[in-house]
């Protein structure tokens, strides 16, 4: 089954700063989600970007996918002490079987 | 009001016993799903059902079995618990079952003793 991985596995900024994820997964796909997961709580989604598709954004946040090189990116823009949760790409391949996600990365703010 | 929801959020239980954690949305989707998430925080699908049919079963052991009583609804049966069930599982819906954006429960956080 397609594995996301997610790069770093840890990443503490300061706020303001941008923060970038990197996601890489094995077969191909019909789209890759990005969700975050703050501490104690459920998934949230955050973003979906489609097999054609190169880049999307939405409010601060910018993912890029390379269906070549199999990976995508998760860029935060503006880094605030809110955004400290752990981020996840998960991947569809386009079948029934829903989504697989990665390991996540879990990203710090500092104030 | 919550889209998805779960009971109980904690559930401590001793080895052998049998538990349900419940699950309900309320958003008219057609698919649910059930995930178990580790202490590394690693998230692995465990089941989905699809207008009441079960239509992935990865491989979990056979003491767990989910049931759907209508569309709204995917509790989790688990039976015989073992110490490596401890886990936080999440139920999750979509409004199909082709890589639609998923919306999550809280989750339930099952300690085994």
């Known amino acids: 089954s397609q594995q996301g991985e997610e790069d770093p596995q840890a990443l503490s900024i300061q706020e303001g700063e941008n923060a970038t994820m990197n996601c890489s997964y094995k077969?191909?796909?019909?789209?890759l989600q990005w969700y975050r997961q703050n501490s104690g709580r459920g998934l949230v989604h955050l973003i979906l970007i489609r097999s054609n598709e190169r880049e999307k954004h939405s409010g601060r946040l910018r993912v890029t996918l390379d269906t070549s090189k199999k990976s995508s990116s998760l860029l935060i823009t503006a880094s605030r002490a809110a955004d400290t949760a752990s981020y996840f790409c998960?991947?569809?391949?386009?079948?029934?079987?829903?989504?697989?996600f990665g390991k996540g990365t879990h990203l710090i703010i500092q104030p | 009001d919550t889209a998805v929801s779960q009971t109980p959020k904690y559930l401590v239980t001793q080895m052998g016993n049998d538990k349900s954690i419940k699950c309900e949305q309320n958003l008219g989707h057609d698919t649910m799903y059930w995930y178990k998430q580790d202490s590394k925080k690693f998230l692995k699908i465990m089941f989905s059902?699809?207008?009441?049919?079960?239509?992935i079963n990865e491989t979990v052991p056979n003491r767990f079995s989910p049931k759907s009583p209508d569309k709204a609804h995917l509790n989790l049966h688990i039976n015989s618990l073992e110490l490596g069930d401890s886990a936080v599982y999440f139920c999750a819906s979509s409004p199909t079952s082709t890589g639609d954006t998923q919306y999550f429960g809280p989750g339930t956080r099952l300690t085994v003793l």
């Open positions: 998960a991947t569809d391949g386009g079948g029934a079987d829903g989504l697989t």
């Open positions: 077969t191909s796909i019909n789209n």
């Open positions: 059902y699809n207008n009441k049919e079960l239509i």
